[in-house]
């Protein structure tokens, strides 16, 4: 049990420094101390400095793809207003003075020069973890291009992050919601007149 509770503690600290501050900017040294541990029990845990980024990003995976999928669910309207609801969660998000873009672009952008770094491998599958519910989404409300519309509408997604984040400005989030409803409605749109004709 020990050995669970010393793991998530580093876990949790690198995870407060890591988004806070980068992860180049933080030291192993300055998780051990936040962590209250020792630097030598840290690397009990880990091997190495990039075995606790990869760690860092897997700790932030299935709660922001849970988040997602509840606030999809607890939208009312048909999908284009169900997705754009996550948008619209994610710019209240950013108006918080903590927050700092998205974990997995921010990391992705510091290891951009080491393609097969671990930590790159979690967030690639993290954003196509996102994009493939995505699709299932608008699959299932009959729309068809489901896997091109999913793509486009995460290339909004992750548009926004960097935008809102360069500018201080939560607005850019509501306009890419209403963008990617604007790509789904004209989908549902095409799919009538076909229906129709």
């Known amino acids: 049990m020990e050995e669970i509770s010393t793991r998530e503690r580093i876990i949790s600290a690198a995870n407060r420094l890591f988004y806070r501050e980068g992860i180049r900017a933080v030291s192993v040294d300055a998780v051990a101390h936040e962590a209250g541990i020792t630097k030598k029990s840290l690397y009990c845990h880990f091997k190495s400095k990039d075995d606790l980024i990869a760690a860092y990003l897997s700790h932030r995976d299935q709660p922001n793809l849970a988040a997602y999928r509840r606030w999809f669910d607890a939208a009312e309207g048909d999908v ?38 671990p930590a790159l491998q979690i967030g690639r599958a993290h954003k196509k973890a996102f994009e493939c519910w995505l699709m299932q989404k608008i699959e ?19 548009g926004c992050f960097s935008v809102a984040m360069l500018h201080r400005d939560p607005s850019y989030m509501n306009s890419a919601g209403l963008a990617a409803k604007s790509l789904i409605r004209h989908a549902q749109s095409l799919a009538g007149a076909t229906v129709s004709a």
């Open 140 to 158: 299932a409300a009959g729309i068809a291009g489901s896997g091109d519309l999913a793509r486009q509408i995460m290339l909004l997604l992750d």
């Open 80 to 117: 284009g207003d169900r997705v754009s609801a996550i948008f619209d969660h994610l710019a209240i998000a950013a108006a918080r003075a903590d927050w700092k873009g998205c974990g997995f672009l921010r990391t992705s952008a510091e290891l951009a020069n080491l393609p097969g770094h």
